[in-house]
């Protein structure tokens, strides 16, 4: 009994030390993808138009769920890739966007519509 219960610790920590080198070599493989929010993944919008800053590239929208991302409906301030998407959209407006998320991390929108 005393073999096993010093065997039992270091078996452990072999497995500790195995599964995340065999998870990296498992990342192409279909259906073992650790991340589904990659750099450059488009995920579809619809919101409200709360306020546009022209100066800075950014609107604040109040939109629904984005499933594809697990977020619930909020509101938040985004920057927008294409600064002339802005002159298309006023407050008030429902639209639809598109949002990617960039290398750094953040969510930027890369289209932005008003409704029809």
């Known amino acids: 009994m005393k073999k096993i219960s010093r065997t ?3 078996l452990a920590l072999l497995g500790m030390l195995f599964i ?5 070599n498992m990342k192409g493989m279909a259906g ?17 138009v709360n306020s546009i800053d022209t100066a800075t ?3 604040n929208l109040t939109h629904g769920p984005i499933k594809s991302l697990g ?9 927008v890739k294409n600064k002339t998407s802005l002159d298309r959209i006023k407050v008030g407006m429902k639209v639809d ?15 932005i519509t008003p409704v029809k």
């Open 97 to 111: 966007f598109d949002v990617t998320k960039e290398p750094d991390g953040t969510f930027v929108i890369t289209t």
């Open 8 to 10: 039992l610790p270091i």
């Open 71 to 79: 977020w619930m409906g909020m509101t938040m301030s985004f920057k």
């Open 57 to 59: 590239n950014t609107v």
């Open 32 to 48: 073992m993808e650790t991340d589904k929010h990659t750099p450059m993944s488009s995920h579809k919008g619809q919101g409200s």
């Open 20 to 24: 995340p080198a065999h998870a990296d």
